[in-house]
């Protein structure tokens, strides 16, 4: 297998799924400040020029919730997806909550912030999506008030990449008033074959 990635990115959710099941893959960084992911030999691999990319023999596949549940399904004895009908449904359930209405409000800050040129930002955006943001992680926080994983009692794919996502909200300082959501965070975090966090990721960049 081979993943290709750049660290801060959602490559960090198929980084650490590869991780979980011991796999033996080589990961190829595609730098994105050099715009590496804009290169012909890469855009053949992926023509939306995006990262995370998995290549299974021939197999391709983008998307990092597309990649984990993927290789959940490809490797089930390690029991990181439910074989349960309903259960898989919770998982599911929480894949899509987590890249619906927690991502999106939180690329919307970062696209206001840093990512647009500064004529198209709206600082209009900003406490919106982070209001937006808010509202729909009190749902996540009041579901782990009493539960050590989102699905059941042992972790799921579902918690890879919800704690990515909530590692991205605490870069913009957005889990202060959430405990357990930075819990969760942390003892996800805290597996040991978690990746490097994202604020590593960034450091690491510029060291």
Do not use: C
């Not at 080589?26 to 290169?39: N, S």
């Not at 197999?59 to 399904?73: G, P, T």
């Not at 900003?126 to 926080?141: G, K, N, S, T």
């Not at 889990?175 to 805290?190: D, F, H, T, V």
């Amino acid at each position: 297998m081979k993943l290709y990635g750049f660290p801060p990115t959602r490559s960090i959710r198929a980084l650490w799924m590869l991780r979980e099941l011991d796999l033996d893959f080589e990961y190829v960084q595609v730098d994105l400040t050099k715009g590496e992911h804009r290169r012909p030999e890469f855009l053949a691999v992926n023509p939306a020029g995006k990262v995370p990319v998995l290549v299974d023999d021939d197999f391709v596949l983008s998307e990092s919730v597309a990649i984990v549940l993927y290789l959940a399904e490809k490797y089930p004895q390690k029991g990181f997806l439910p074989t349960n009908l309903r259960a898989r449904a919770q998982v599911n359930r929480w894949l899509l909550f987590t890249a619906t209405e927690l991502e999106q409000p939180i690329w919307r800050i970062a696209r206001h912030t840093h990512q647009y040129p500064i004529e198209k930002r709206l600082a209009a955006e900003i406490p919106l999506a982070r209001q937006d943001f808010l509202d729909m992680a009190a749902v996540m926080e009041k579901h782990l008030e009493t539960r050590p994983v989102l699905v059941g009692e042992n972790v799921t794919v579902a918690d890879f990449v919800a704690a990515y996502t909530l590692d991205m909200a605490s870069v913009v300082h957005l889990l202060e008033a959430l405990p357990n959501l930075r819990a969760y965070m942390e003892r996800m975090y805290a597996r040991p074959k978690a990746p490097q966090r994202i604020a590593q990721a960034f450091a690491s960049l510029r060291g």
